[in-house]
């Protein structure tokens, strides 16, 4: 008997191919006795028609035009403990539906695309996050965004007026008061507000004489130092940044340091 009038002898792992397959054809091609050589080109035939199928199916998703799904509107009916927060952000008005539980932080960049403001620790530690609130610097990742109802959150996008960057921006770039760049907002937003502060005389831990009345205070690096300790710097720029305060506390040019410490 030759070859062609046998039925195929399949090995194990053949015979579950071809029932994973096509199932249903398995016991009629065995009956009808296809040899081999025919199964095989069944087989081949079979595996061809799958990879051109998920071919163009592939083809089809790459060439297909990009859409972009839009997220449900959030309100209080699709947020748990949802709420309305109305507040000024840099001078706009703004409303907001959040969870009770969102912090400023995770609103600013998420809710109003103020991505400015960066989330390094999450815990308070940093200082990355720092913003102004109401003329108060304060640590965003660690503010209820609902606490902030019907204040005024400034933020580093919101330190340059008109185009014209704020002179604590400018003596940030003229004493390279940074180098990776990611904790310079934070530093520049509490920079700003330090000012202020020294301004309406509010003590640091470092002030000599409390029970004096507030008046102006005048920035020792000290009293720079210790009032900027809430952010860090990993790239160890301190001195620049000191020298960037001072040089707009004393409103004297400073001349720019290049030691490498």
Known sequence: ??????????????????????PEDLAEIMDAGVNRRHFLK???????????????????????????????AFNPETIENGVNVALKVNGAAQKVTV??????LDTLREK??????????DHGQCGACTV????????????????????????????????ELHPIQKAFIKHDGFQCGFCTPGQICSAVALLD?????????????LRKKPVP????????????SGNICRCGAYPNI???????????????????I
């Open 197 to 209: 502060e020294a301004k309406n005389g509010d003590a640091s831990y470092v002030t000599e004489n």
């Open 217 to 228: 205070v005048k920035l020792s690096n000290e009293e720079i130092q210790e009032r900027m």
């Open 112 to 121: 109003l695309d103020l991505t400015g403001s960066k989330k390094g620790c």
């Open 132 to 163: 102004i609130v109401d003329g108060r610097r304060v640590l965003s990742c660690l503010t209820l965004a609902a606490s902030c109802e019907g204040k005024s959150v400034k933020t580093i996008e919101g330190i340059a007026q008109g185009g």
């Open 42 to 72: 069944l087989m081949t035939l079979a595996g061809g028609g799958m990879l051109a199928w998920q071919s163009a199916v592939a083809e089809q998703v790459l060439t297909r035009p990009l859409t972009t799904v839009q997220p449900a």
């Open 99 to 104: 969870d009770s539980r969102m912090t400023l």
């Open 242 to 260: 000191v020298a960037a305060i001072q040089e707009v506390h004393g409103g004297k040019a400073i001349e720019q340091n290049w030691l490498l």
């Open 1 to 22: 008997m030759n070859e062609d009038d046998q039925s195929p002898q399949l090995t194990e792992d053949e015979r579950k191919l071809f029932e994973d397959l096509m």
